[in-house]
């Protein structure tokens, strides 16, 4: 902490790092290049180095304990700070390709778990292209939650290709869902939104949640609110637009 008192970039007052000093694009292309450490498959992810205290080294790896909740984007982690919490024991991870983006939620994580020794300690981020290396980090059926929490609309129709839901990702994300797993989405973009459920609804492995599962699913509130974005709509009075489904198994 002493530390963080003496680097601007850090509040004095909560020892959290400033966002001002993290700022970047508000999105990135997908398509392009970046250069940055892939796994080459799920076992060669190191938890040690996301959840050390779940994790003591990189050789003594408890195979029953791994990540299960993915936040696609997860822009400044504000919603992976509220599931912390809500889900103590469940490994999550927030992937985010913008990289000062990353490196905030990287030192966010690390302040919050200086100042609430014990919590926190199931989150992590790493700076990665989802819709390029999903495959790399998660097994067959290894999630259970997957967020989509206010992606970039990529209004122009050439463009469309770069969204993060489509009908060939759903494939991807499909298989590192489980049966029954359940993909979260929401923008406040209408077309968008309409877009994203309309994928969702045609495609096989998926079907929407009924009106009393989404009640009851404690996750849901938080959509709106837990982000930058979802705050950022809410002060401004806007709309938002959800489209909610779980894997399931296609009909034969």
Not at 1 to 11: G, W
Not at 133 to 139: C, G, K, L, R, T
Request: hydrophobic share 35%.
């Amino acid at each position: 902490m002493l530390e963080n008192e003496a680097n601007p970039t850090f509040s004095k007052s909560t020892g959290l790092p400033r966002k001002r000093f993290y700022r970047a694009r508000a999105h990135s292309n997908p398509l392009s290049d970046s250069h940055f450490p892939v796994p080459i498959s799920p076992c060669h992810v190191d938890y040690s180095l996301h959840y050390p205290q779940f994790f003591s080294s990189s050789d003594q790896i408890d195979s029953s304990k791994k990540i299960q909740f993915a936040d696609i984007g997860c822009g400044f982690g504000g919603l992976l700070i509220s599931l912390s919490t809500l889900f103590p024991e469940t490994l999550m991870i927030g992937m985010e390709l913008r990289d000062k983006v990353s490196e905030y939620v990287k030192e966010r994580i690390s302040a919050l778990r200086v100042a609430n020794p014990g919590q926190y300690q199931n989150i992590s981020v790493v700076r990665t292209n989802s819709m390029k290396y999903i495959p790399n980090y998660f097994e067959k059926g290894q999630l259970s939650k997957m967020f989509f929490l206010f992606p970039d609309p990529h209004f122009k129709e050439k463009n469309h290709r770069r969204r993060v839901i489509s009908t060939h990702l759903l494939d991807e994300y499909a298989y590192t869902l489980r049966v029954g797993g359940i993909i979260y989405t929401i923008t406040d973009v209408e077309e968008l939104g309409d877009w994203m459920k309309a994928c969702l609804e045609s495609h096989p492995m998926y079907e929407a949640l009924t009106e009393e599962e989404l009640e009851a699913d404690p996750v849901v509130k938080l959509l709106s609110s837990a982000t930058e974005e979802g705050q950022k709509v809410a002060r401004n009075d806007g709309q938002t637009f959800q489209a909610i489904y779980r894997r399931i198994m296609p009909a034969i």
